[in-house]
């Protein structure tokens, strides 16, 4: 469940400009203030499973951005690939060459 969260907090972040207000608001309260889908309910006057409903609905949109233009893969991407370039300058003789290779597929990545 936490991996799901984790996951959710950052397509939200990614792409929640292409959500509705509606939808940001819902996602918001659920993933980032950690309200229940009953708080969420009582807080706009709905019932419990609209609420449900529209999550659902709007996860499984952030899950079809994601699909279409992987901005949080490339994210993942670029982070691993500048964690592994900052061990090799910490390195007491980096390699030139290794790095470069490094800097090239992050230049692939945009």
Known sequence: MLEKTTRMNYLYD?????LTPKQQSYMSLYYLD????????????ISRQAVYDNI?????MLEEYEEKLLLFHKFQQRSA???????WLNE????????????TELGKLD
């Open 81 to 87: 690939l500048i964690k592994k370039l900052n061990e």
């Open 14 to 18: 990614f792409y929640y400009s292409l």
């Open 92 to 103: 007491e003789n980096p390699s030139i060459q290794a790095m470069q290779e490094i800097v």
């Open 56 to 60: 659902k609905r709007t996860e499984a």
């Open 34 to 45: 950690d309200y229940s889908l009953g708080e969420i309910a009582e807080e706009y006057e």
